[in-house]
């Protein structure tokens, strides 16, 4: 017993100082100062609570709890009845944990606190139908003020509700009153539209945030709802996000839209978003970040340079922090790799020292190798990466691709095939290495073994649009079984509608089958959405046949400042005898 009672000691203490414990004796104005408060914690209270608690710490926690509950009624203290909440649930026994929030709301009505354990402890037994009175009551004993922000809360209370739809529809009736409030309605379509979204209902939560923004217009709340819903086949979603950025939006709402962008590969438009925030919001550090990462991936090595730097002024401004560290490592990996396209090596290895974060290591060896192997010392390049200390299956995973970059871009294909077949052999499931070894096949010259790894993934994970492009597009540029390359491309489309890259397959296939007018009209769209060297060497080709050929040297040219190293771009320009 003694091990028990300076826990139990300390809470006795409490107990007995807390306001609810004290008798409310009338104490004249003049002896109010000096006299002592009486307190309602005489010998036979003590001694119960004294000894619920130990029961309820030993091997008996139903007594201790039917100890505490009792006196917690006597006394009307919250904080007994919320010790008895805890008791009982410590012990999961939810019927009980129930009993003792009832009795607590029973006694305080107008408590938020018991009120909150009451709705936790239904949802949690799964006994959703019965908690929305306790959800209205939480939304009525709200400060008006702070009543949306309640409302936007309630989700959380159903995250772990096993039956969704339930749950969907019991909070969708419990709203019914503040949906259709101006004040609140906006926050309450959007709490619907989120316990639609956890219940598969992906067409009901569109429309919830789509009545939630014709309520008000400049809510956040239906945007970032929006903004979860948006994929290709939901084009309705990504309208309401742009709907709410034509007013005063958050930043950090249209930094969210960039990442969505990024994410689906919609690189320019993504850059177009993150160009406005540091235009309008130029402290914020992240978006100087994203700008110059994606400036350098578009070779704007100027611009790049620019961003990247005001990113580090403004990170090293601020308290440190470990997004801080990560962050810093980024742009001095960028900054390096600006520096590499520049050829000055003695700075790109300048910016690596700089990289502090451990965690950073593998990204700052790989282009410090990299480096070496630009400089004629590949060998010892892929000794350092192999050198480098592997923490999990993750790190072994990310040395293999940094060594197989490393000998792509030096055209050592035979050697990269063969270390992803090695990588392949210890994990069969990765799909991922199968299609770049895939790649690798097709740079070495053997289209059997490309076509047949790639046939590999796609029957492995037909969702693999990369798969059905690459094959499509290799048929295609070597003019053969073109209409099953034509049908291998459009079956990568259904899975990434308007990928730019995969339109310029498209887009090629149609020129290889005769239809000029048709493949112009495709990659001039995809150029427009991608910029890109490969996608210019096609283009330009179009407009050369079709006679338009001032344009197609202006789109050359420009091909060249992208990437003036593509092979594709080079091996056209050489074939057609064109020097823009």
């Not at 019965?130 to 159903?158: N, Q």
């Not at 000055?344 to 192997?373: C, T, V």
């Not at 001032?550 to 771009?569: H, K, S």
Request: without cysteine; neutral net charge; proline residues 5%.
């Amino acid at each position: 017993m003694k091990r028990h009672a300076p826990v139990v000691l300390s809470l006795l203490v409490a107990w007995a100082a807390a306001p609810g414990l004290h008798a409310q004796t009338a104490t004249p104005p003049a002896q109010a100062a000096s006299a002592p408060r009486a307190s309602a914690m005489d010998e036979p209270l003590f001694y119960q609570l004294l000894v619920g608690e130990i029961t309820a710490r030993g091997n008996d926690p139903g007594a201790g709890f039917a100890l505490i509950l009792d006196a917690a009624r006597k006394t009307n203290d919250p904080a007994l009845y919320q010790r008895a909440v805890d008791i009982a649930r410590q012990a999961r026994a939810g019927d009980l944990a129930l009993q003792a929030a009832r009795a607590w709301k029973q006694a305080h009505p107008q408590s938020r606190e018991a009120n909150r354990e009451l709705l936790q402890i239904l949802v949690a037994l799964n006994r959703i139908a019965e908690s929305a009175d306790a959800m209205r009551t939480e939304i009525a004993l709200a400060d008006p003020k702070e009543r949306s922000l309640v409302i936007g809360a309630i989700p959380r209370f159903y995250s772990r509700a096993p039956d969704k739809k339930q749950a969907a529809t019991v909070v969708e009736l419990a709203l019914a009153d503040a949906l259709q409030r101006t004040e609140t309605g906006p926050a309450a379509w959007t709490a619907v539209g989120r316990m639609r979204l956890a219940a598969g209902d992906t067409a009901g939560a569109l429309e919830a945030a789509r009545r939630a923004q014709a309520l008000n217009a400049r809510a956040e709340g239906p945007a970032l709802l929006a903004l979860e819903l948006m994929e290709p086949k939901l084009p309705q979603a990504e309208a309401l996000v742009k709907k709410y950025l034509e007013g005063k939006p958050l930043a950090e709402i249209r930094m969210a839209y960039a990442r969505v962008l990024l994410d689906a590969q919609r690189y320019p438009e993504a850059l177009q978003q993150i160009q406005v925030i540091t235009a309008e919001r130029p402290e914020f550090a992240e978006a100087w970040l994203v700008q110059g990462t994606l400036l350098v991936q578009d070779n704007q090595l100027p611009g790049a340079e620019t961003a990247l730097k005001r990113y580090v002024e403004l990170a090293q401004a601020q308290r440190g922090t470990e997004d801080r560290s990560r962050g810093l490592a980024q742009a001095y990996l960028s900054l390096a790799q600006v520096a590499e396209k520049r050829k000055d090596y003695a700075l790109a290895g300048a910016w690596l020292d700089k990289i502090e974060n451990a965690q950073d290591l593998m990204a700052a060896q790989s282009r410090r190798a990299s480096l070496m192997a630009r400089q004629g010392r590949l060998d010892d390049a892929r000794k350092l990466l192999k050198a480098l200390p592997e923490r999990n299956p993750g790190d072994a995973r990310m040395k293999v691709m940094a060594e197989v970059q490393l000998l792509r871009e030096h055209k050592q294909y035979k050697a990269a095939y063969e270390l992803l077949g090695e990588a392949v052999a210890r994990d069969r499931a990765d799909m991922d290495l199968v299609y770049d070894q895939a790649m690798m096949a097709e740079k070495m010259g053997d289209l059997e073994a490309m076509e047949r790894l790639l046939r590999q993934v796609m029957a492995t994970k037909p969702d693999y649009h990369h798969a059905y492009n690459a094959l499509g597009y290799s048929l295609a540029d070597r003019g053969v079984r073109l209409a099953e390359a034509k049908g291998l491309i459009q079956k990568a489309l259904e899975f990434a509608p308007g990928d730019p890259f995969i339109t310029d397959s498209l887009g090629w296939v149609e020129f290889r089958l005769g239809n000029r007018t048709e493949a112009l009209r495709l990659l001039e769209t995809a150029y427009k959405a991608r910029p890109d060297a490969e996608i210019a060497a096609h283009l330009g080709e179009v407009l050369w046949t079709l006679g338009q050929r001032d344009r197609a040297q202006v789109i050359w040219r420009e091909g060249l400042l992208l990437n003036a190293e593509n092979d594709t771009l080079l091996e056209t320009l050489k074939r057609l005898k064109v020097k823009p």
